[in-house]
């Protein structure tokens, strides 16, 4: 889960818009069938071969626009939120597979803080290594970042993947990732309305 956030992240910085990225993180349903079969011997139906295929064609429709096909055109940040659908889609068969037997507050409790350790780390260490000078993030105290960054923590991580641990413990691990990046249409939506990039039928299609 941390590798797949930090790579998410930079991805923002090399080009990637948060609708592209959106979208990219769908790239995880192609690696959860495959996933399920060797952790837990669940073979893939037919259902969710087609579900696989539909989110591997929206995703090289968003990943291939402006490229004019060529794969070598594509953007670092494409390819960066590219490789982090694939991490999630890691960190959704571990979870749904392996914490159906643990209290959901405490896994999401000690995952978050070990991915906090790890944010820190590459924060201190890993950008002036691995990031452009331009591209490196800003370290501020300032209140209104912090604040904002405390609410999106709270919610859109905190709460969220309790309730998906909560879900993994009940419904199939495949329905939920299915079902969960209905969060790429508002994010798609928000990102439009917030003037943070253009409608494009690729996004649409995508």
């Known amino acids: 889960l941390g590798a797949a956030?930090?790579?998410q992240m930079v991805g923002y910085r090399y080009g990637v818009d948060p609708g592209e990225s959106a979208v990219?993180?769908?790239l995880a349903l192609l690696v959860i069938p495959v996933l399920l079969f060797f952790c837990a011997k669940q073979k893939p139906t037919w259902t969710k071969i087609v579900a696989a295929m539909l989110c591997f064609i929206g995703s090289a429709?968003?990943?291939l626009s402006g490229s004019n096909g060529d794969l070598f055109a594509v953007s670092?940040?494409?390819w960066l939120a590219c490789a982090a659908g694939i991490l999630y889609g890691v960190n959704f068969v571990i979870t749904g597979v392996y914490?159906?037997?643990l209290d959901p507050s405490v896994f999401v409790f000690i995952q978050i803080s070990i991915q906090t350790i790890q944010a820190f780390a590459y924060s201190f260490i890993g950008e002036k290594l691995l990031l452009a000078q331009e591209n490196v993030f800003a370290f501020t105290w300032d209140i209104a970042p912090l604040v904002t960054v405390a609410l999106?923590?709270?919610i859109?991580?905190?709460i969220c993947w309790i309730l998906r641990t909560y879900c993994f413990k009940t419904i199939p691990v495949m329905v939920v990732s299915v079902i969960m990046p209905f969060a790429t249409v508002l994010t798609g939506v928000w990102s439009i309305v917030g003037g943070m990039e253009a409608f494009t039928w690729e996004l649409l299609i995508g």
């Open 61 to 63: 429709v968003i990943a």
């Open 152 to 154: 999106f923590g709270i």
């Open 5 to 7: 956030s930090l790579v």
């Open 24 to 26: 990219l993180e769908n």
């Open 156 to 158: 859109s991580t905190g």
């Open 76 to 78: 670092l940040g494409t």
């Open 99 to 101: 914490s159906k037997k």
